[in-house]
Structure formats: structure tokens, C-alpha cells
């Protein structure tokens, strides 16, 4: 049984910096992908970020491209994202995601539906 745990949340000023953390168990091979999602106050879960689990690929939404790095400890079995250049408009809950499915390629955009395994999130406030 896999789980995802996340981590790392709270409030921020615009402009500022937070790192998400995702602990994952049970079993994560290399080709699988970690995906963040988020969810805004009022609004559908929206994908954010990818890496596969081996390290050789990531993939982010065109509002966080240049501000968010999504990465991987595998040593440590732990998956992160750093957000940088924070705006009020991240404000959500974030969400990391498992998907045993994933094949590659050079576009992967998920849906929440692709997944097979979730974190129960973590909130994420920026403050104008």
C-alpha cells in the first residue's frame, strides 16, 4: 500500500519562497511518475509539476515554469517542489500524486484522474 504524506505548508508573503515535501511508502519504481496538483479556494484541482520517479524528467504547468523545481530523494524515498517568486494566485491546497501508468514522453500534463495514489495536501497561503 502506498502512501503520500505532505509537508512544508503555511503562509507566505508574496514574493517569498516555501518547499513542499512528499514522504512516500510502500512502492515507488523508477518509472513512475510524482506529480504535484493543487487546488485554489473555489476551483478544480489543477496539475503543477511531474518528475519520474529516475530523475531524468520533469514537467511543469506554464504558471509555475521559472518559479517552481520539482525533485526527488530516492534514498530517502521523498519527493519535493520548491516554490520561489510565490504570488497570491498559488494560494491552495497542494497535492502530491502517484501515477504507476506513466510512460514518459516529452508533454505529460495529467489529469487528477490519471492517478493512482494520493496525499491528503498541504495548504499553501500567500498573503498580498
Known amino acids: 500500500q502506498v502512501q503520500l504524506v505532505e509537508s512544508g505548508g503555511g503562509l507566505v508573503q508574496a514574493g517569498g519562497s516555501l518547499r513542499l515535501s512528499c514522504a512516500a511508502s510502500?512502492?515507488?519504481?523508477?518509472?513512475?511518475?510524482m506529480v504535484w496538483f493543487r487546488q485554489p479556494p473555489g476551483k478544480e484541482r489543477e496539475f503543477v509539476a511531474a518528475?519520474?520517479?529516475?530523475?531524468?524528467?520533469?514537467y511543469y504547468a506554464d504558471s509555475v515554469k521559472g518559479r517552481f523545481t520539482v525533485s526527488r530523494d530516492n534514498a530517502n524515498d521523498t519527493l519535493y517542489l520548491r516554490m520561489t517568486s510565490l504570488k497570491p494566485e498559488d494560494t491552495a491546497v497542494y497535492y502530491c500524486?502517484?501515477?504507476?501508468?506513466?510512460?514518459?514522453?516529452?508533454?505529460?500534463?495529467?489529469?487528477?484522474?490519471?492517478?493512482?495514489?494520493w496525499g491528503k495536501g498541504t495548504l499553501v497561503t500567500v498573503s498580498s
Open positions: 518528475i519520474r520517479w529516475a530523475g531524468d524528467r520533469e
Open positions: 500524486a502517484q501515477d504507476v501508468d506513466y510512460v514518459g514522453g516529452y508533454w505529460y500534463h495529467p489529469s487528477p484522474d490519471d492517478m493512482d495514489h
Open positions: 510502500g512502492r515507488t519504481l523508477d518509472t513512475y511518475a
